[in-house]
């Protein structure tokens, strides 16, 4: 299963921006899709999950300014990033895990990542 992210880019702070991530592939079912992020120097960091039922779980440094959605349709996810912030820049990658068809093997995927740069 490959996981195609996009929608990074220069974003004065602020500003908004939204990533979107496809899942291609003989996907079967999708549980989890997450959105993690690793800034320059620094560990990567869960921002923000969402399951298949709908349930979603933000990081404490996102909370109120990011949304995490899906289209289970489309095997997408997307983050709305709003009130950007310099502590906001890094790489942001998507993560999905899941079932593949015919066999129902699990798979568990990472997209290429997604710079997202906060500066004036």
């Known amino acids: 299963v490959q996981l195609q992210a996009s929608g990074g880019g220069l974003v004065e702070p602020g500003g908004s921006l939204r990533l979107s991530c496809v899942a291609s592939?003989?996907?079967?079912?999708?549980?989890?899709m997450r959105w993690y992020r690793q800034a320059p120097g620094k560990q990567r960091e869960m921002v923000a999950i969402?399951?298949?039922?709908?349930?979603?779980v933000y990081a404490d440094s996102v909370k109120g300014r990011f949304t995490i959605s899906r289209d289970n349709a489309r095997n997408s996810v997307y983050l709305q990033m709003g009130g950007l912030n310099p502590e906001d820049t890094a790489v942001y990658y998507c993560?999905?895990?899941?079932?593949?068809?015919?066999?129902?093997?699990?798979?568990?995927?990472w997209g290429q990542g997604t710079l997202v740069t906060v500066s004036s």
């Open positions: 993560n999905v895990d899941g079932k593949t068809y015919p066999k129902y093997w699990d798979f568990d995927s």
């Open positions: 592939g003989n996907i079967f079912s999708i549980n989890e």
């Open positions: 969402i399951t298949n039922g709908g349930m979603t």
